[in-house]
């Protein structure tokens, strides 16, 4: 009877092994666009981690959408919109920066209106530097400056959200 309480030690570990055992991880959250394409994985509700290409994700906020009485539509949104990027040329076309995010770990991006659609523009990994700068990209268009800015980061591309994930955006 020496087998007895070799088989019971076996189940003991065993079950002590399941009991510290982790949960299985829940899905992710994602992102659907108007074509049914996966955008984006959610980081909280308006921050968006998007694959940008080249193995490189970066977070793109959304916003709602309201109707014409100024309602928030259910379950929809899009691509947030205001942000500004800065340049080094005098004409917004040449050495853009973007300013550096609050949410640790995450590359630094902006979204601006263009004629084309809602780009996102992201930002190298590393550390912040500061750069002179002559004009800044708004929604509204380019404007010239002359600034020496703080907490940049240059960036590496550039990926339309508009035209590859078309709102309206909704959860999943």
Request: charged letters at 10%; one cysteine or more.
């Amino acid at each position: 009877m020496k087998w007895i309480p070799a088989a019971g030690a076996a189940v003991l570990l065993v079950t002590s092994s399941l009991a510290g055992a982790q949960p299985a991880s829940p899905a992710p959250v994602l992102l659907i666009d108007s074509a049914g394409k996966v955008s984006a994985r959610a980081l909280n509700e308006t921050l968006m981690l998007v694959n940008v290409g080249g193995g490189v994700v970066a977070p793109a906020s959304i916003r709602p959408i309201y109707d014409a009485d100024g309602r928030v539509a259910s379950g929809l949104a899009a691509w947030q919109t205001g942000g500004s990027v800065l340049f080094t040329s005098s004409d917004c076309t040449t050495g853009a920066h973007v300013h550096g995010s609050p949410h640790a770990g995450v590359r630094a991006t902006a979204q601006v209106q263009t004629a084309s659609g809602i780009v996102l523009h992201v930002g190298a990994v590393g550390t912040a530097t500061a750069v002179p700068i002559r004009s800044i990209l708004y929604d509204s268009g380019c404007a010239s400056v002359t600034v020496r800015e703080g907490g940049l980061f240059p960036v590496v591309m550039t990926f339309n959200l508009s035209a590859v994930h078309p709102p309206p955006l909704s959860f999943q």
